[in-house]
């Protein structure tokens, strides 16, 4: 049903243009471009392939992607769950290595 404004169809609609969606090369032009300024300020890469990167630094996790127009997104968040718990394991073998360390030093008398 039309409103009441319009009497009649109208058939002379344009189609929207093609999409031309780009290629992993220029993704991965575009990512490298995306990834320098955080990279030169420390963030380091935990995984790459060729349309998206996660980056962390400190207690942030950096997601950087590259859509099929060649568009960058780019979206910070928090450590995951699995992340604070290995890091916590390793500060635990950390510290159990280094008093293993102390009291076989004591043992042989060194300290």
Not at 84 to 94: K, Q
Request: net charge negative; no cysteine.
């Amino acid at each position: 049903m039309l409103p009441e404004n319009h009497t009649e169809l109208t058939e002379n609609r344009t189609p929207p243009p093609e999409i031309e969606p780009i290629g992993l090369e220029q993704a991965q032009a575009i990512l490298q471009r995306a990834l320098a300024p955080y990279l030169a300020d420390g963030w380091r890469v935990l995984e790459r392939n060729p349309t998206m990167a996660r980056l962390t630094r400190g207690d942030r996790n950096l997601d950087v992607r590259v859509d099929l127009l060649g568009e960058v997104e780019v979206k910070e968040s928090a450590l995951t769950p699995l992340q604070d718990s290995g890091r916590l394991v390793a500060w635990m073998l950390l510290l159990t290595s280094l008093l293993l360390a102390l009291a076989i030093a004591a043992a042989l008398g060194i300290l």
